[in-house]
């Protein structure tokens, strides 16, 4: 079956995915579900991956959120291409 879509990394997620995944191994297994997932339903028609539109973004700044454990994933969606554009690791005990 081939993709629907074609997931393509920005130069920026590239480099936050390189310096996420020398402290977090688990993040490569995180970014192989994240690919075949935004392969074939970025939308989240199906609704049953953890995927989200975020408000009062715009549009080049990521619009759709797909999380794993504590990773994010922000991306944008043009045509039947999907731009990945942050990585980021929620960190919810900074301030504690």
Not at 9 to 23: Q, S
Request: hydrophobic share 35%; aromatic share 12%.
């Amino acid at each position: 079956m081939t993709p629907a879509f074609t997931v393509i990394a920005t130069a920026h997620f590239a480099r936050d995915l390189r310096k996420l995944a020398k402290r977090h191994t688990e993040l490569a297994e995180h970014y192989a579900r994240a690919l075949a997932i935004l392969e074939t339903d970025p939308y989240n028609r199906s609704r049953t991956h953890p995927i989200k539109k975020l408000e009062n973004v715009s549009a080049g700044e990521g619009q759709y959120r797909i999380r794993f454990g504590h990773f994010r994933f922000r991306y944008d969606i043009e045509g039947q291409t999907v731009y990945l554009k942050l990585c980021s690791l929620r960190r919810e005990d900074t301030y504690r």
